[in-house]
């Protein structure tokens, strides 16, 4: 791939990232966040973490299934804008929820399971996006990094689980966030297995291929 090409590429996935803020910012200068403000917002900010997060878990599978080799080179800064999301999500119930009021969130964080998950999901983001750059792969070696960074597995997870503990009943969106998630991680599965066989294969040959006596 072209240098122009995957500038473009990257200029647009900051386009696209920035536009649901940008939107969010517009309804806000217009009033126009609804009856309840605070509970619009920090929606619309969970949604879309969990939509780039969702998006940065599809970059792989698309190599896999397709042969493409572009969408690896966006999946840490779709990685990172998941991140950002998962922050302002987080700030507002900090800043407009609570006030700062920390005895009651770490209450609320005990006593209701969806924030459980969704705390946890927020905190293996963190070591994800503080390892995120090029130096602290070549610090940490290729196979540590990569072995650290499968935690963005659990974070789908948790975030999923946090979503459709949070959802209402009859609200469907939910559980297509987890047959996505669940098709993302089902093709990784698959490819992982796949290239586990071959691999046994491989070292079956020689000593099925031995002449006898040697």
């Given at each position: 791939m072209?240098r122009?090409?995957?500038?473009?590429?990257?200029?647009?996935v900051?386009?696209?990232c920035?536009?649901?803020?940008a939107?969010l910012?517009?309804?806000?200068w217009?009033?126009?966040l609804?009856?309840?403000?605070?509970?619009?917002v920090?929606?619309?900010l969970?949604?879309?973490?969990?939509?780039i997060?969702?998006?940065?878990?599809?970059m792989?599978?698309?190599?896999?299934?397709?042969g493409?080799a572009?969408?690896?080179?966006?999946?840490?800064l779709l990685g990172l804008?998941?991140?950002a999301?998962a922050?302002?999500?987080?700030?507002v119930?900090?800043?407009?929820?609570?006030?700062f009021?920390w005895?009651r969130?770490?209450?609320d964080?005990?006593?209701?399971?969806?924030?459980?998950?969704?705390?946890?999901?927020?905190?293996?983001?963190?070591?994800?996006a503080?390892?995120s750059?090029?130096?602290?792969?070549?610090?940490?070696?290729?196979?540590?990094?990569?072995?650290?960074?499968?935690?963005v597995?659990?974070?789908?997870?948790c975030?999923?689980?946090?979503?459709?503990?949070?959802a209402k009943?009859?609200?469907?969106d939910?559980y297509w966030?987890?047959?996505?998630?669940?098709?993302?991680?089902?093709?990784?599965?698959?490819?992982r297995?796949?290239?586990?066989?071959r691999r046994?294969?491989?070292?079956a040959v020689p000593?099925t291929s031995?002449?006898a006596?040697s």
């Amino acid at each position: 791939m072209s240098r122009p090409t995957r500038i473009a590429l990257k200029v647009a996935v900051w386009g696209g990232c920035l536009a649901p803020l940008a939107l969010l910012g517009h309804r806000a200068w217009t009033d126009d966040l609804g009856a309840n403000p605070v509970s619009f917002v920090t929606n619309t900010l969970g949604d879309w973490t969990l939509r780039i997060l969702l998006a940065s878990l599809a970059m792989t599978p698309l190599r896999i299934v397709f042969g493409l080799a572009w969408p690896i080179t966006l999946r840490r800064l779709l990685g990172l804008f998941a991140f950002a999301y998962a922050c302002l999500h987080f700030s507002v119930w900090i800043v407009l929820d609570f006030f700062f009021d920390w005895p009651r969130m770490w209450a609320d964080i005990v006593k209701r399971p969806y924030i459980t998950v969704g705390m946890l999901a927020l905190l293996s983001l963190i070591p994800l996006a503080a390892t995120s750059t090029t130096e602290m792969i070549r610090r940490l070696g290729a196979r540590a990094w990569t072995r650290l960074h499968r935690l963005v597995y659990v974070t789908g997870v948790c975030a999923v689980l946090h979503y459709l503990w949070l959802a209402k009943v009859g609200v469907t969106d939910p559980y297509w966030y987890a047959g996505a998630l669940a098709v993302l991680l089902g093709v990784r599965g698959w490819d992982r297995g796949r290239r586990l066989v071959r691999r046994r294969r491989r070292a079956a040959v020689p000593a099925t291929s031995a002449p006898a006596g040697s």
